[in-house]
């Protein structure tokens, strides 16, 4: 089975001509960021991706984790690969110095992470939950919480966890009822409740396992402005670090799922016997908030995955592509050719890199955005790119996590009946993609956070905004020569005008039927997606043309962007206006039925 | 875990309104299908794939079919399910009287076989390839061939597989190596070669199992014009018609497959001594010919596969989204309510209905018209039906197969993070689904089909019938009163239009530029498909209204029909015209890359 290759001369192209890391090196605390360092970061992380953890995503599949009387195993070679992972400091790479971190911006640590995510995502999931648990500590944690704590996670030799998820509060977590009851003696609080889908809840990887857990304390109003956040460590920790007593917490089962087999989704039970003990985190009653200021970072990340799932998934089909003989060339003669001389083969691979570039790249632009609001000094700068990365946030999730569907299926469908065969590998791909779409908010959640809290509360301002800087891109298209940049601009023309029209209606419309603008948040983030994705794409292809004008770079790649830019353009920008129809004029037939008539 | 329960009031409308089941009954042979005996037909199978087929459905995953020692043992309860399947005499029912059949036409073992396949599709699959072995004997055998297996193949006490693909012969049956070697004593060959992905090549839910397998005698001319078809039964069958020596026919190991797995995908090897003894089906060197003569049936089959996975993801995501409780009505309130009132879970839900019914409309419209084919004395009639079968089989196996890919993945988004658990039972759905864009011919396969065979060599004749037709109704559209079919007729006109002048283009262009074609093939399937299975939403909004005029039928069945088909077209007919544009337009980039530069 062939293992991931990191795809670093895309992602060298993106940090550099499109994400602006030339830029991003020149805030302050970003210096190291230098494009050489960069190179060599990335080369490095590949070399571990594709020789540690992508051998062992197959197989890690294959085995699962396993539950037996509350503890897990992972699959054979997870734990050596994470002491490695841990060991060459891949979880510490965007922490800050002064915590142990390297300081590297989020604009390096987006490849890093893509290429873990890519390699194996079961084994990914581990540090990004963690991730997720620091910043929360970071962010809300006392002095002495960071210090217990914040050391070991950001070195890894601790994970975290974010327990949420009850079986009656998924999306709607107004419903949670776990309690947590204030202790007379001592600083904590002992908690009560059951937590489902815990990703790495319990596993053998770490010495300690850090859960960060939402619950009720007595007296807390109802819905969502009553909960808590509280973090509740495994083992409890003792005043020198070493560590203490286990914990009330107890993984009783993990779920039998479609896909990321090999990371364990715990079902927790917290306060079996007297109460897991937990410590308040920030203030009572502001649980939700902090956790919505974390989930920016998360919902980036889980689109990241979308990202990376195409990538390994192009990657496995075009190598069987290149491989496989079957059938004559159309163009002629009696030999039998490989599959990728068939023209569906080639539409199918095409789609699936166009996909994967456009994703990347408005991925990685989201994420110099976010460089920018965290250590720029230009308020103004800072503002802009605030507003930018919350529009787009919503998008680089819900549309990457989609596109990582269609693009896994499509990789699938390339392998013909082998592709249904698991030893091949490709179905292990759409499994896996099927959760992003999911977690960490689902599509609908995302769009709908984008139509109502990102366009339809501000009336538009930023996605008019937007709009204003890809007209300016679609001039300059105007300006450059060849047929490829000429249709790339009438189709993200007609990308944009119908994009601005539904904007415009959403505007309009949601004070006087928000149901109508809801049922087509989805069609609309997809809109979004593609459009914004075509933009990243067109970008590219203005700069392919001007260097291979200047006789720079690597001309058979810069004449592919220019080529795969085009197909993006004609084969899914050319999609942005059916859309727009079926939004602004199809929302009357999502509401019309009665609940007996479904 | 909820039964299927069979859509009898859909079906019998698709039947009755837009099929012509009582033209059908008219036709010579036809006469025994009166609605009323079909409506009672239609209602036993209903109870027998609820009762019987869809309680194993899940178990028959979870258990999957297990190899020992050449031996294949299906899921706990499939013996007995098969059992009562051929006492209930369904395996017989569309076979003619003579034969030990019921003579029921098409049109009404359609409505059946979708029950069995939404119930059970890994079950279902052994009937199908019977079938298909049946029409092979019943269009080639010798006499004695037909006395001796058909009676108990029709019966079912035998089933039947077919032996096509080998490892390095997929799409391209050219390559098939398998030989068959005449003997100098008795009418037989002695059969030689290994087949891979033969559904039910071995199994216990019968006495025999005839295999009809492809394989090449010594001296015939390389390429598709040298594969003869010959029966080789895994017992041989004495002169009194008991079971005689096991032949030399071999199941050495099952696939590890994403789904279907209850059903057995055998890895078969004939001759691993003497060779298996094997008899000439037709005359030698015709085989292939033969098969695609079979090929419809079966391509139609696997089509209502598509239809029927549909209809059985949405009836889960239904009942889940009627009965999970979470967030509040966007509309107001303070309490929580079932996520079918959300508008992005009902955009779903209508996503999922509007395309189930109108790949189920356009499914059973083709299958009148094979009726039309097989019992009609106008040959006008039989010309005009053939042609029109011709063209859309490949529509109703490419895009309603597509399509059950797409609403079963909807159908795990609708039950949000318990979609991905195994036991929810959503996720079975997505996996069973994803061979069918696969086998009996890829959607590729299709797409290249329809445009060269059905729409290029005839000039697109067939294909600017069908807009005529389209057309009248559209014209009628413009006639009918209401908003709904105003927004239905604005919809239908423009992708007849963008279908006409793509079909225009493909015919204009095929000669010159033959890739840049086929680069559209499956788009321009996916357009097809939407634009005829608009149509039939079109013809039923039509007749839905007119009936409501009238006071006939059940009213709220009625609404929601006209509400399905507007959902349609503002959903789904509104994508035609950019398909179109990328069809027209958008060739250059897919053949633009070298194969270096993937």
Not at 193 to 213: C, M, P, R, S, W
């Amino acid at each position: 089975m062939s293992e991931y290759v990191a795809p670093l001369k895309d992602m060298m192209f993106v940090l550099n001509e499109l994400a602006g890391l030339g830029e991003i090196a020149k805030l302050p605390g970003c210096e190291d960021a230098t494009p050489d360092l960069v190179e060599q970061v990335l080369e490095e992380c590949g070399r571990f991706s594709s020789g540690v953890l992508s051998p062992l995503n197959w197989p890690g599949d294959q085995e699962g984790a396993q539950w037996k009387d509350g503890a897990v195993t992972t699959p054979k070679g997870f734990q050596q690969a994470y002491r490695q992972f841990v060991e060459g400091g891949w979880n510490a790479l965007h922490f800050p110095v002064e915590l142990g971190g390297q300081g590297l911006p989020k604009l390096v640590s987006t490849p890093v992470q893509e290429m873990w995510k890519a390699a194996n995502m079961s084994f990914s999931l581990c540090p990004l939950l963690t991730f997720g648990a620091i910043e929360a500590l970071m962010l809300r944690g006392t002095d002495e919480q960071k210090t217990v704590y914040l050391p070991k996670m950001i070195e890894g030799t601790w994970t975290g966890t974010m327990n949420l998820t009850e079986p009656q509060a998924g999306s709607d977590l107004a419903l949670i009822k776990s309690r947590a009851v204030p202790q007379s003696q001592g600083d904590h609080y002992r908690i009560f409740g059951q937590k489902i889908f815990i990703t790495y809840g319990e596993h053998d990887l770490a010495e300690n396992i850090i859960h960060l857990v939402l619950a009720r304390t007595p007296d807390a109003p109802e819905g969502v402005k009553g909960i808590s956040l509280f973090v509740v460590p495994k083992f409890l920790v003792n005043k020198d670090g070493s560590l203490g007593a286990r914990n009330d917490a107890k993984c009783v089962s993990i779920e039998h799922k479609l896909g990321i087999h090999a990371s364990p989704t715990a079902v927790m039970v917290y306060g079996e016997k007297d109460g897991a003990i937990g410590y308040l985190v920030g203030e009572e009653n502001r649980g939700l908030e902090y956790m919505f200021i974390m989930m920016n970072a998360a919902r980036f990340a889980v689109g990241l995955e979308g990202v990376a799932l195409s990538e390994r998934a192009y990657q496995r089909a075009r190598d069987f592509a290149k491989e496989r003989i079957q059938s004559r060339d159309l163009g002629g003669g009696r030999a039998s050719v490989s599959i990728i001389n068939h023209p569906d083969v080639r539409r199918m691979l095409m789609s699936m890199k166009a996909q994967t570039e456009a994703t990347r790249a408005l991925a990685y632009v989201v994420a110099a955005a976010l460089d920018t609001v965290h250590h720029s000094a230009d308020k103004e700068a800072v503002a802009r790119s605030q507003a930018f990365a919350d529009l787009m946030i919503p998008v680089v999730k819900g549309w990457s996590t989609e596109t990582g569907i269609d693009v896994a299926s499509l990789g699938i469908q390339v392998h013909g009946g082998m592709g249904f065969i698991e030893e091949t590998g490709a179905a292990q791909y759409l499994r896996d993609a099927r959760i992003t779409t999911i977690y960490e908010g689902t599509t609908g959640i995302q769009a709908n956070d984008l139509v109502g809290r990102k366009i339809a509360r501000e009336g538009g301002v930023t996605a008019k905004a937007v709009i204003k800087v890809m007209e300016a891109v679609e001039a300059e298209l105007g300006k450059a020569a060849g047929d490829d940049l000429a249709a790339i601009r009438k189709r993200f023309a007609a990308a944009i005008d119908a994009f601005a029209e539904t904007v415009d209606w959403i505007v309009a419309t949601n004070g006087s039927d928000i149901k109508a603008v809801y049922a087509g948040a989805v069609p609309f983030l997809k809109m979004t997606g593609i459009t914004c994705g075509g933009w990243q794409m067109a970008r590219a292809a203005l700069v392919a043309e001007a260097q291979l004008k200047a006789g720079k770079g690597d001309a058979g790649f810069l004449k592919a962007k220019i080529s795969t830019a085009r197909f993006f353009a004609d084969h899914f920008m050319s999609q942005v206006p059916g859309i727009r129809d079926s939004i602004v004029q199809g929302a009357t037939g999502v509401m019309a039925l009665s609940e007996a008539q479904f």
